[in-house]
């Protein structure tokens, strides 16, 4: 009956780490209930000094601790690019990396993220890349219509391509001539203003909808994506 | 120009022009800038946060607060050290209690912001125009009337297009509501048209982008001469 | 053991019961009554007794009957499996004859040439399953026979060496087989690891199992496993290979009670040998159950003609990362084969040139001892070393096949080996189907079992000892880790699992603990898998059996999981498990200016996703619809994979020169203007209503305002709203207004600064008093809300460090609440963060105006807060930033790009304008095309 004790004691095994499981589920969705309860009665019950106090205390350590989050995501970083290291067709990438990380943080902690020196990181670094990252997406942009012209050419894509021209014709006057004059001062106006101001008003909405519905769900303890399940 | 100036423009120029070099195609050069450029934004939120959040926030407080405010202090400094175990996969489970805070406080938040700032206002908002006794608004009645409406219909239908909702049929496949079905398709234009715009707007922005590159590129050229 | 356990909840039942009495599942097949009896296993050396299987013949699957029926009609020219005992388990041989019978003949007949009797049983079987798998029951009653096997299985190996294949037996067989291989070179054996006849990762632990086991199907079969521990990649003869020979005949011979022999290595089943004689059975195009098992043809030197017959079928080899030899057969194995023949093809290579793939480095001392007497194993380190695209198992198949005919006398020998059987069980690449579903090396959770005389073998042994200390995971969580450790299902996987027939006719889930599956999902090696020593092992192989999570009934899989299904179920568990796993942050940017790079960014924006899964439900149950829609699922991801192969090089080609053409035609006529310095164009005298309100507001306040200013627009924006707001900043400035700077961002306070010092630097606002930053806001929507109930609260001093709002003499020192500023501007980039500073911050604010400065990207979106009074004036993108200079009369900035802006523009019309009409041409011309067909 050896099998059977064996058997036994995976049962028990099985057992226990369910049981702390469902524990630590228990725990984590009190702690989010709880403290996501009294962040939302400081919104409708603001005469409640207590409430509002621990609103506040509440808040602060929110703020604390998305700052350490953003040191998880640093150090996830720097060990994604550590292990990296060892591929020796990224490595270098990953020293480059590894290099300007630690070189900048450093510059950062000894003179202060707004000091002169970081200024210059700043601007000699993370405007030129970030700004012409973005210039490429200029043509990008132009290149992804022509695609969508030659092969999804259907009544949303073709409303959308023509919305996009007459803001093009009335955002910008023509080189050296000047304003469109229909497009500028009428057609452009009125389609940002509104049909698409109603199509992003319902889709406000919807996303207002979709978020209220999601914190429901997770002060409910439905939803648990800080873990346990 | 002084000679920071120059080191800077010099490396704003390469950077620039080996970011744009990706036109022609994937090569080491853009690698290396965007490489270059994560470790430096990485580095440069790091320092941030440590200089203007814990700084502030945890450390002098803990110098400088009396006893009595130490045990606010520390519970926010343990969920912190918590959180970073989710750095290290093996206790990562330690940092289940500070994301649990997080999110719960977050989702808070949201829902307030989202009842508060949007829903309410904006439910009032598409309704304001057929209050015709208020003053607000340009042109005359009619034409706020009929703007009122167009927006109310683009608004209403632009939610039944996001409306998945479905009767369920003994076939499997579910069936859509023929109203909400054509609410859809009506939502399907006010949507593509504010898509429309909305890539009419990013187009300027990444064109601003462009333009703002060519020309500090051509200044810092001109400015040799 | 007189307690049977149900495969289905693997609770222990009363001897006797027909029906499980926790969960009613069925404990003993249709056929018990047929089989009764016939349940003593057959030791090495011993003849098998020869029985007439005629009666099993009605309770047969379809498919052996059909492969019965093809040999009484010499469809196939097999020899009977009765009078070939090393026949493959497929042929319903005389149902008394067991694997070890089977296995033993192997070792001592191994020198004897006959291999062709090995290859047409083979053949018929599989043709049968092809033939038949459309129909087959879901579970195969052999399946459920194989339970009570096991506890007998280590019993015996612990009472008799010579009966049973213990430890030493098993190697001193294993190096006999060695040698009668070299000596009958030619023959083609090959062994299947036991997850085979198993559903991979579905089994529980065996109680010869040991982690051993699962540490090297997992290894040799993951890609990027070797890479990260080479250790655990065995190459010993280990993995429980031969669970679905035992399970294969029992099912052909006593699909209900046969009792399978013990897990030794001597099962090994005939291949064909070297593509003498392709076999028709692989001819089929269809995937079989992954239960089932082929025999792999050596092929060495040439491709056999059943792998060319899958050639017209496969896409092309350039698909896989697989060197060029891989022509052959790993086209196959990428798609329509399944699972069971990719191992078949792994096989190949064994111990050919594939091990000099091998990184050195990551090669185990104890692997480097053992090459010189098992060569084969020389191959499993080199498998498991690549990390992308095509698993290296299949580029060595290829590699191997093709390479064959160079091999020196001595590689040769090794070929012969592994051709023979120890290719297959030396090599885990010979066992792909289930790797791909199997656990990572590091979880060691797979449940088959590793016959004990396999831990005695020097590469087996690191692992071996580590079941009594270590949970034993089942393997299907952890089998998943490939899936998710790939950004997507590999286009091999997709592949084998392509056959949504195959799906349904295995539709036995079996039971997985959560426990079980936590344990399965961890990414770290074991600490007691690098710790125990060659020497511990073997003492611990044997203790282990009697380990909760070694149980012999663990081992028992009352079915199987269809391949594709696995590839599909665990990912989204394993995902968030693996997101802090280094090698799983070989993700590529898909979207954005990133595009196309790896790693350039961290992996994870937020926290949720390095969480641990948790246990999710241990028992998957699908019904007839479920499967129905999970293969139409699985077509339609195949029919993904299939379009993204047929791009034509053409239309890359020409997709790139249309990229460069509208790149080059943008850049030169933006910098035209931009190098004339002209600025003709004029300005849009129009003004929209909220860039007037907004002006009209910032006129109206009095003089000193105290505005709060949010500069939460990333660097990447600082071009357009660096031009929008510097003239609204500018004319706030006039007014001598004190600002107040707050940011969302990191980099918003250094924005702030820069613009500051750079566009608005007459004012010098940076040495004077009336500027504070603030600085950061961390927390997104919490932090904003937090500062906009209490600001001086939230942050108290400024970025340098000063008290800034109870220091006297401070503009700030009366400013308590929101509400107290003057007027409050938003410059932002984007909508999401333009909203979420709305919505907090409007009730704070009270009758404080709000005004904001954003990009032309965010206008629609924030547009119905201006319609609903909640901001009260905008100033959108460049133009408006240009209208607002000309409103102002102050140009700047603005000024100097319009020109350039409004050439952009029209570059941008003239391409919608042309792309419209090529478009229209276009669809013009295929539909007369189409006309012209019809015609």
């Not at chain 3, 010869?208 to 890479?227: I, V």
């Amino acid at each position: 009956m050896g099998a059977h004790h064996r058997h036994c004691g995976w049962r028990a095994i099985e057992t226990g780490g369910y049981f702390v499981r469902t524990i630590t589920t228990i725990f984590l969705a009190i702690i989010a209930i709880a403290s996501g309860v009294v962040v939302l009665l400081g919104y409708f019950l603001p005469a409640i000094p207590f409430l509002v106090n621990l609103r506040v205390a509440f808040l602060n350590w929110a703020m604390i601790l998305a700052a350490v989050a953003v040191f998880v995501g640093i150090f996830n970083l720097f060990s994604v690019h550590t292990q990296k290291l060892r591929n020796k067709n990224e490595a270098a990438y990953s020293v480059l990396l590894l290099v300007f990380l630690l070189g900048t943080f450093a510059l950062g902690l000894l003179l202060g993220p707004t000091s002169p020196a970081m200024n210059v990181v700043f601007t000699s670094i993370q405007i030129p890349v970030e700004t012409s990252l973005m210039a490429l997406l200029a043509v990008s942009l132009l290149y992804a219509t022509i695609r969508l012209l030659r092969w999804r050419a259907n009544f949303m894509s073709i409303t959308f391509i023509i919305t996009a021209l007459i803001i093009f014709l009335g955002t910008a006057p023509l080189p050296f001539i000047g304003p469109i004059p229909f497009f500028s001062d009428w057609l452009r106006p009125v389609i940002a203003q509104v049909p698409a101001a109603a199509g992003a008003r319902g889709i406000l909405l919807g996303v207002a909808l979709g978020t209220l519905m999601t914190g429901l769900r997770i002060l409910f303890g439905a939803d648990r994506p800080y873990g346990g399940k | 120009m002084q000679a920071i100036d120059i080191i800077t423009g010099i490396i704003s120029c390469l950077l620039t022009i080996m970011v744009l070099s990706y036109l022609v195609g994937d090569n080491p050069l853009f690698r290396i800038a965007v490489y270059i450029f994560v470790g430096v934004s990485a580095g440069f939120v790091g320092a941030v946060a440590f200089y203007q959040v814990l700084i502030p926030k945890v450390v002098m407080p803990l110098i400088n607060s009396p006893a009595e405010n130490l045990p606010m202090l520390v519970v926010p400094l343990i969920l912190g050290v918590l959180l970073l175990a989710k750095a290290y996969p093996r206790i990562g489970w330690l940092g289940g209690t500070s994301m649990a805070f997080m999110v719960g406080v977050g989702a808070a938040v949201a829902i307030a912001g989202a009842i508060i700032g949007t829903l309410v206002p904006q439910f009032i908002a598409a309704i304001e125009p057929f209050g015709l006794g208020s003053a607000n608004g340009i042109g005359s009645v009619v034409e706020r009337l009929s703007e009122g409406t167009v927006m109310l219909i683009g608004t209403v239908t632009t939610l039944a297009y996001f409306h998945f909702g479905v009767k369920a049929s003994g076939q499997g496949a579910g069936t859509r509501n023929p109203i909400m079905r054509i609410m859809g398709l009506i939502g399907q234009f006010f949507i593509a048209v504010t898509f429309g715009v909305l890539f009419a707007g990013a187009y300027a922005a990444a064109v601003s982008a462009l333009i703002g590159r060519v020309y500090f590129i051509w200044n810092f050229f001109v400015s040799f001469f | 053991m007189a307690d049977v356990r149900c495969p289905m909840c693997s609770t222990l039942n009363p001897e006797g019961l027909d029906i499980c009495q926790f969960c009613g599942a069925r404990l003993t097949p249709l056929t018990t009554e047929i089989a009764a009896g016939n349940i003593e296993s057959i030791h090495p050396g011993e003849q098998p007794t020869k029985k007439s299987t005629a009666e099993l013949e009605h309770a047969l699957p379809d498919w052996l009957q059909e492969l019965r029926k093809k040999q009484e009609t010499g469809e196939l020219q097999a020899p009977k499996p009765s009078e070939v005992p090393a026949a493959p388990p497929a042929i319903p041989a005389s149902s008394a004859e067991t694997d070890e019978d089977f296995l033993s003949r192997l070792a001592i007949e191994s020198g004897q040439e006959d291999t062709t009797s090995a290859k047409p049983e083979s053949t018929d079987w599989l043709a049968g399953l092809s033939a038949s798998k459309e129909g087959e029951e879901d579970i195969p009653d052999w399946l459920l026979g194989v339970r009570k096997s096991v506890e007998e299985e280590t019993q015996a190996a612990q009472l008799s060496a010579a009966s049973q294949p213990a430890p030493d037996g098993n190697l001193d067989w294993f190096k006999r087989l060695q040698e009668d291989q070299k000596a009958a070179k030619g023959e083609v054996s090959s062994e299947w690891p036991s997850f085979y006849g198993e559903p991979p990762g579905f089994g529980k632990l065996a109680p010869d199992e040991t982690p051993s086991a699962k540490a090297e199907s997992a290894d040799w079969f993951m890609p990027g496993g070797g890479e990260k521990t080479p250790d655990a990649v065995e190459p010993t003869p280990s993995t429980g290979v031969t669970d679905w020979l035992k399970r294969l005949k029992a099912k052909e011979s006593q699909p209900a009670a046969a009792e399978p022999p013990a897990p030794t290595p001597a099962e090994a089943v005939p291949l064909p040998s070297s593509s003498e004689e392709p076999p028709n059975w692989l001819s089929f195009k269809q995937t079989t159950p992954p239960a089932t098992e082929a025999p792999a043809p050596a092929a060495p030197g040439e491709l056999p003609d059943w792998l060319s017959g899958f050639q017209a079928e496969q896409p092309p080899a350039a698909e896989f990362p697989a060197p060029a030899a891989t022509a052959g057969p790993v086209p196959v194995s990428s798609q329509a084969l399944p699972d069971w023949l990719l191992a078949a093809q792994a096989e190949q290579p064994a111990a050919s040139d594939i091990a000099p793939s091998q990184p050195s480095q990551e090669k185990p001392d104890w692997l480097t001892a053992f090459e010189p007497d098992q060569p084969p194993a020389e191959s499993v380190p080199a498998k498991a070393t690549s990390d992308q695209g095509l698993p290296d198992w299949l580029v060595a198949a290829a590699a191997g096949a093709v390479a064959a005919g160079e091999l020196t006398p001595k590689e040769e020998k090794a070929l012969d080996l592994t051709g023979g059987f120890g290719e297959v069980v030396a090599s885990p690449a010979a066992q792909p189907a289930s790797q791909a579903f199997t656990p990572s090396s590091e979880t060691f959770s797979l449940d088959e079992g590793v016959p004990d005389w396999l831990s005695e073998l020097p590469g087996a042994q690191k692992h071996a000892g580590a079941a009594p200390q270590q949970p034993v995971a089942p393997a299907p969580t952890a089998a998943e880790k490939p899936a998710a450790e790939k950004s997507e299902i590999p286009d091999w996987l997709v592949g084998a699992t392509a056959s949504a027939t195959a799906a349904k006719a295995a539709s036995v889930f079996t039971e997985q603990s959560p426990t079980a599956g936590e344990e399965a999902l961890a990414m770290e090696m074991p600490d007691w898998l690098s710790s125990v020593k060659p020497a511990e092992a073997s003492a611990a192989a044997l203790p282990a059996q009697g380990e909760p999570g070694a149980g012999a009934p663990e081992s028992l899989t009352p079915g199987e999981l269809p391949s594709w299904v696995q590839a599909m179920r665990p990912v989204e568990a394993v995902i968030s498990e693996t997101a802090g796993d280094v090698d799983d942050e070989q993700f590529i940017e898909s979207q954005g200016p990133l595009a196309g790079f790896q790693n350039v960014l961290p992996f994870v924006p937020g926290l949720i996703a390095i969480r641990r899964p948790a246990p999710y439900s241990s028992k998957l149950k699908v019904n007839t619809g479920q499967q129905n829609n999970a293969a139409l699922l699985e077509g339609l991801l195949s029919i993904e994979s299939d379009a993204a192969r047929v791009k034509p090089e053409s239309s890359l080609r020409y997709n790139r020169f249309l990229r460069w053409m509208i790149a080059m035609l943008l850049i030169v006529m933006v910098a035209i203007p931009i190098v004339l310095g002209s600025q003709f164009t004029p300005v849009n005298p129009l003004f929209p209503p909220d860039l007037m309100a907004a002006e009209k507001i910032i006129t109206d306040l009095p003089a000193d305002p105290n505005v709060l200013v949010v500069f939460d627009y990333e660097p990447a924006f600082s071009g357009e709203m660096g031009t929008a707001s510097a003239p609204v900043l500018d004319q706030l400035m006039a007014k001598g207004a004190d600002l107040t700077v707050v940011t969302s961002l990191p980099t918003g306070s250094v924005q702030a600064n820069q613009l500051l010092a750079t566009i608005l630097r007459s004012y010098n606002y940076l040495a004077g008093n009336k500027y504070v930053n603030l600085g950061y806001l961390p927390g997104g929507a919490a932090g904003i809300y937090n500062f906009a109930t209490n600001p001086s609260g939230t942050i108290s001093t400024d970025v340098k460090g000063n008290q800034v709002w109870s220091t006297p003499g401070s503009f700030l020192s009366d400013t308590r609440q929101l509400s107290d500023f003057d007027a409050m501007l938003i410059l932002v980039d984007s909508s999401e963060t333009a909203r979420v500073w709305i919505e907090q911050s409007r009730l704070p604010l009270g009758t404080t105006p709000l005004l904001m400065v954003i990009s032309a990207q965010a206008e629609p979106m924030v547009r119905p807060y201006y319609d609903s009074g909640q901001v009260q004036g905008m100033v959108t993108g460049l133009a408006g930033g240009a209208s607002y200079e000309l409103r102002t009369g102050k140009p700047g900035m603005g000024r100097n790009y319009w020109d350039a802006f409004a050439v952009a523009f029209f570059v941008a019309e003239v391409i919608v304008v042309v792309g419209g009409i090529w478009a229209l041409f276009a669809a013009w011309q295929s539909r007369r095309a189409r006309k012209e067909e019809e015609a």
